[in-house]
C-alpha cells in the first residue's frame, strides 16, 4: 500500500488527466444534489409550514456553502463540456493545457458572479 501511494503521488498529473477526473467528481456530484434536491422538494411541499421552515434554513452558513459548491460544480462541469466538445470536434486539441485554464478561469469568473446574489442578496 505504502509503494502505491508514492507511486500515485510521484506521478506527472497533466491538465487533461486532472479536468477528466474533476469532471468526474463534478457529474458525480450534480448527480448526488439532484437525488437531495428531489428528497427534500417532496418533503417540503407537504405543508406551508414545512415549506417556511424549509426557506429559513437556506440562510444557514452550511447550507449556503453547499450552494457555493453547487454552482462551482455546475460552472465547471459546464464549461469543461465545451472544452471537450471543442477537443472532439477537433478545435484546440493542440491547446489542451490553455483551455483547461481558460475552462478554470471562465469558472472562477461565473462562480463569482452567480455567487453573489447567494452570500449578499
Not at 483551455?99 to 453573489?116: E, K, P
Amino acid at each position: 500500500m505504502k509503494a502505491y501511494l508514492k507511486q500515485l503521488f510521484s506521478y506527472r498529473w497533466q491538465p487533461g488527466m486532472i479536468a477528466w477526473l474533476l469532471m468526474r467528481l463534478s457529474g458525480l456530484g450534480l448527480v448526488l444534489y439532484l437525488c437531495l434536491h428531489l428528497g427534500v422538494i417532496s418533503y417540503s411541499g407537504k405543508s406551508p409550514e414545512d415549506f417556511r421552515a424549509f426557506l429559513a434554513l437556506r440562510k444557514h452558513i452550511f447550507v449556503k456553502v453547499l450552494e457555493s459548491l453547487l454552482i462551482l460544480a455546475v460552472c465547471y462541469h459546464a464549461n469543461n463540456g465545451v472544452r471537450v466538445i471543442l477537443i472532439d470536434f477537433g478545435f484546440g486539441s493542440r491547446w489542451q493545457k490553455q483551455l483547461f485554464i481558460g475552462v478554470v478561469i471562465l469558472t472562477f469568473v461565473l462562480s463569482t458572479i452567480f455567487l453573489y446574489p447567494v452570500w449578499y442578496g
